[in-house]
């Protein structure tokens, strides 16, 4: 058996990271099973759905590296095969119209017996058909229900998983039941634990940024995101938590995913922004975010690389390489107002020439050569030169090494700032 899974958004809302987790895996399944993942987009609700939100979901899918294998399928578009199956029902007396007269039509759910849903995440899950009532196929104003679609398009699919939210275990009985009535083959059943806040609340706009698109907007990554998605109810066998999209595709599986809800952590997802920033080179960062990198070199990029969290922040840090005219605070400024920090300055200042010759790299070697000279010279500790020299030179706390500043900042800004801290 090939496996062959479909991911199927409704667009009746933005892609929400709960359905880009579903997405994420379905996708990975399908890769480590060397199967098919397919799109099928449930626009059977007319007043919902919406052509944006279309376009969004497959924009997301998009930036996150998930295409389908085969051209998505629109449920809209398949009517007629729901209808032709709903006639097949009345004709079997299995099924039967509305007494009133509407277009509905009811499904006769079975009155005895029992019904078990062998779900690969949650074990059997046991439900008595006493329990339900006739179902709705089609409704009063004609349209066809999500279970009854849903079934009628997965058999003829060929879907072999059906990977989805617990929210809809419910559902799953109901569908048993046509895939009996229908005589197609049952398949498999996998309802993944649901997305929630730190607050336990199901996920939600409440909670801050809910769409893929948000995380994109806000700087980042699409392999971070894929990363962390990963993680919310599944954790690979050998406990690694950093992965690229092809080593979640090798380790994937749906038995290591948690039975219990997961907890959206955005600390985390930060930190694997964070990561997966650095693992980046250089020249990929600069190549292909283009739009964060407009008033930064190379060089610069270089040095905040590793600090980097978003990557708006590449505009935040390379700033203090840029501005005009820094602004101390009073307590910097007593700091940099110390004999010792003067000495320093003076000292920096009348050898800068020494630093800017030859190629970056023996720059920086040059101006490292600079602050351990000056630390000799003045016998002053490390700490009394470097922090009041960050300071003068950044009006910030931490930030890169001195000798990349000292290079990247230019002989001019450099002399500006120290002339300046030893005016003020
Ligand atoms: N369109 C349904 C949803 O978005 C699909 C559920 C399913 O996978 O069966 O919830």
Redesign the pocket.
Known sequence: MTVKVRF???PTGYLHIGSARTALFHYLFARHQGGQFVLRI?DTDRERSRPEYEEDIFAGLDWLGMRGDEPAVYQNSRREVHLKYIDKLLSEGRAYKDPQGSPAVFFRVPAEGGTVIRDLVKGDIHFQNKDFKDQVMRKSDGSVT?NFA?VVDDAEMGITH?I?GED?ISNTPKQIFLYEALGFPLPQFAHIPMILGADRAKLSKRHGAASVNEYRRAGYLPEALLNYLSLLGWTPADGTELMTLNELCQKFDLDRVSKSNAIFDLEKLRWLNCQKIKHLTTDELYNNYTEYCQNVSLDILNVIKDDLVLLGDIAGKSTVFSVDRLEYTAEQKTEINTETAHLVFREIIAKLNNIYSGTIIEQYANAQVLIDETIKITGLKKAQVFHPLRIALTAQNSGPGLKFLLVLLGKDKVKERLQNALGG
């Open positions: 199927a958004p409704s449930e999500y849903v059906i989805r809809h």
